[in-house]
């Protein structure tokens, strides 16, 4: 018999399925939006003067033609990003052109913001594709954490300089326009919390002395502590955003405040897995709502409006922007009275901004209101889909950080219509009138987006079994 001859090589395993990109999808659903919100601007013209507005075509080209270039830059440069997030920002932007050119045709509410809401819509979408195309790995931005946060500190600090506006220091007016720095000071800040507690995650989960004593009930291991990371680690960021609520609170710009303030409590319990940060924060948010609402007399007057709404009503001096709120989403029901026949300008000309949120629940109902919640929060979803499939610390506080900033919002603003919490004065997230709002949250989306098609696009093919060491075969450049 002849002897057994050597083992033949083994053969490399068949290359993995390459998952879909779902390109055909997102352009489907980019389709239904654009109609859904020429369908709601025809509705309008309709209720209000029994035929189709002029512009209607006009502003469903538009809108259409800013969606296909955000989607041919998607296609080209992002193949497996989440088809959902450009399409449910495709909607939410459309359908806040839609509610604001219904009270553009109230004359008492000012000067009609819907033309000038497309232009910015347009310079936000230009800014989403200028992302999408020029940043190749979001992971590049945690380099520039301190010059993000630098930024960031000189943005919120500019309105100071300039006249306030309705109490508060947070526009720059010039030539006829406005812009909110603070906007675009939540994302460098977001940028920056995402880079330090990356890095820095594990002192600050593990070091520092013992705080509290927490106890477990059921799990093995006996109480926990929570334990105070030490200054060198929690001081610097500790310090910026001390500095940042102090900008706010010269500006007296509570919502803003707020928000930064949710958003370092919520990335640090994200970068620590510590419950305790939650506790901790929410004990400090009370002692600081207290403090604000006691000796800042703009603070003092929402937190009055938001504990005796009727008050105004009760002392003959008819009802307050809240109450009126109240009374639209009262008189709006289940189904709505129907886009263009609901009467929530009564508000002021706060009805574009602020209380927008009002005009949707009369004319809309409660079902319409539904249905704008739900697509806040299947984006909010998707982008924590995007933070848990990735790899990297940073990408995944980086997405989620992004992704709990649009769900701050819009709680903070919807609780302020609905009177669950003090008035902000902060505008929701694509609905409400504010260029620099849509500006910025286009760019969010942009960066969802980076994250979702890096944690959606497949490895590269295993090399041939050539003898080469399987750490020198993984994935070059990812944070483990």
């Not at 508060?168 to 326009?177: N, Q, T």
Request: charged share 10%; with cysteine.
């Amino acid at each position: 018999m002849s002897a057994p001859s050597a083992t033949a090589p083994t053969a490399p395993p068949p290359p993995a399925p390459r998952p879909a990109t779902r390109r055909g999808v997102e352009l489907s659903l980019i389709v239904a939006a654009v109609a859904v919100s020429m369908a709601g601007w025809a509705e309008v013209g309709l209720a209000q003067g029994g035929r189709l507005p002029r512009g209607a075509a006009g502003y469903g080209g538009g809108l259409a033609a800013l969606a296909l270039l955000a989607h041919l830059a998607v296609r080209t440069r992002a193949r497996y990003a989440d088809p959902l997030l450009l399409p449910i920002a495709v909607l939410l932007n459309g359908l806040g052109l839609v509610l604001i050119h219904r009270l553009d045709l109230v004359p008492s509410l000012g000067p009609r913001a819907a033309n000038s809401q497309l232009v910015w819509s347009a310079v936000g979408v230009g800014l989403f594709i200028a992302v999408v195309l020029a940043l190749g790995d979001h992971r590049v931005l945690s380099r520039y954490a301190y010059v993000s946060v630098t930024a960031a500190l000189a943005l919120m600090a500019l309105p100071i300089c300039f006249p306030a506006v309705n109490g508060a220091r947070i526009w720059i007016r010039f030539a006829g326009f406005s812009i909110q720095p603070g906007e675009f000071a939540k994302v460098l800040f977001t940028v920056f919390f995402a880079a330090y507690l990356s890095a820095n995650r594990a002192a600050l989960a593990y070091a520092g002395r013992p705080l509290l004593r927490v106890r477990r009930p059921g799990r093995p291991g006996g109480p926990r502590w929570l334990q105070l990371p030490t200054g060198r680690v929690l001081g610097p960021v500790l310090a910026i955003w001390l500095a940042s609520v102090a900008v706010l609170v010269l500006e007296r710009d509570l919502g803003t405040s707020l928000l930064f303030f949710c958003l370092f409590v919520v990335m640090l319990y994200l970068a620590t897995g510590r419950g305790g940060w939650i506790a901790v924060g929410l004990l400090l948010a009370a002692a600081g709502a207290f403090a604000a609402g006691s000796l800042d007399p703009h603070v003092h007057s929402r937190v009055q409006d938001w504990l005796h709404p009727f008050a105004t009503i009760r002392a003959g001096l008819g009802p307050s922007q809240v109450a009126q709120s109240l009374f639209a989403f009262a008189s709006g029901g289940v189904l709505g009275a129907g886009l263009g026949q609901g009467q929530s300008y009564l508000i002021g000309f706060a009805a574009k901004s602020d209380f927008i949120l009002a005009t949707a629940g009369e004319e809309l109902g409660l079902a319409g209101l539904l249905v704008l919640f739900l697509l806040y929060a299947l984006l909010v979803a998707r982008g924590f889909a995007a933070g848990l499939a990735l790899r990297d610390p940073f990408g995944r506080l980086l997405a989620a950080g992004l992704a709990s900033l649009l769900a701050l919002q819009v709680f903070v603003i919807a609780g302020g219509v609905m009177d669950l919490i003090p008035l902000t004065g902060m505008a929701m997230p694509f609905l409400a009138q504010g260029g620099s709002s849509v500006v910025t949250n286009w760019i969010i989306v942009a960066l969802l987006i980076r994250a979702s098609d890096r944690a959606r696009r497949p490895d590269p093919a295993p090399a041939a079994d050539t003898g080469t060491p399987a750490a020198a075969q993984e994935k070059p450049g990812v944070a483990g």
